[in-house]
């Protein structure tokens, strides 16, 4: 049960410069996330899904986009990186378990913006 | 003021030791509690959760809510190398999957052998 993947893990880009951060879950879950995190300013979210082909901005969605043509999918894209980019960028999804929520995170994936 | 406040440390103590982590928070809506914890360069795993006041034990941890004080810890006894990572606090108003979670900074912990 591989849970949640990401892919690339590491990454560096040059200012401008698009791509695609891929999440995928084999868990079945509707509900998936992108968060990023930084030094001090803890996980923030990015945007995420409540079930496929359906997105929603979360609290820093400014020059992200994202996908969920595939329940097990969501894609995190960048069109025009800045080096205000460079974080640590985390995908999650979430299950009801026993009255609360829980995410699953995945490994995450570093991103350099030159 | 932050919805969640929790003290990023560093915190540093001798194997053995009994850990304190803790976060206030404003909201009191909230009812449901998390500890994840993260090892350096690992995404974040959950690691204790609880629903509304009182006290959850789980081996080593115990995770504790005030809801009068709007403040909650998680207690690590016996601490081990292998504790060393950061535990972020996690809580939500409900418990429908979707609802948000509000998380704290993170605390960092490093416990020495």
């Known amino acids: 049960n591989a849970g949640v993947t990401q892919t690339p893990k590491f990454r560096v880009l040059k200012t401008g410069q698009s791509m695609t951060l891929l999440c995928a879950q084999d868990?079945?879950?509707?509900?998936m996330y992108w968060y990023r995190q930084d030094p001090g300013m803890g996980l923030r979210l990015i945007h995420y899904s409540v079930g496929e082909g359906t997105t929603a901005k979360g609290e820093v969605p400014d020059g992200y986009n994202v996908s969920r043509l595939k329940k097990q999918n969501f894609l995190l894209g960048l069109e025009s990186a800045a080096p205000s980019q460079t974080s640590v960028y985390f995908c999650?999804?979430?299950?009801?378990?026993?009255?609360?929520?829980?995410?699953?995170f995945g490994a995450g994936s570093r991103l350099t913006v030159l | 003021q932050k919805e969640v406040e929790q003290d990023p440390g560093p915190l540093s103590v001798p194997e053995g030791a009994i850990v304190s982590l803790n976060c206030t928070y404003s909201?009191?809506?909230?009812?449901?509690f998390m500890w994840y914890r993260q090892y350096s360069r690992k995404g974040p795993e959950l690691l204790m959760y609880?629903?509304?006041?009182g006290n959850k034990e789980d081996g080593r941890f115990t995770a504790q809510v005030d809801k009068s004080s709007k403040y909650i810890s998680l207690f690590i006894r016996d601490s081990q190398p292998s504790d060393s990572a950061t535990y972020l606090c996690?809580?939500?108003?409900?418990?429908?999957?979707?609802?948000?979670?509000?998380f704290g900074k993170g605390t960092t912990l490093s416990v020495s052998s």
């Open positions: 609880t629903y509304s006041s």
């Open positions: 909201n009191s809506a909230f009812q449901y």
């Open positions: 999650a999804s979430m299950q009801a378990l026993s009255g609360a929520n829980v995410l699953t």
């Open positions: 996690a809580m939500s108003a409900r418990a429908e999957a979707g609802t948000a979670l509000i």
């Open positions: 868990m079945n879950h509707e509900y």
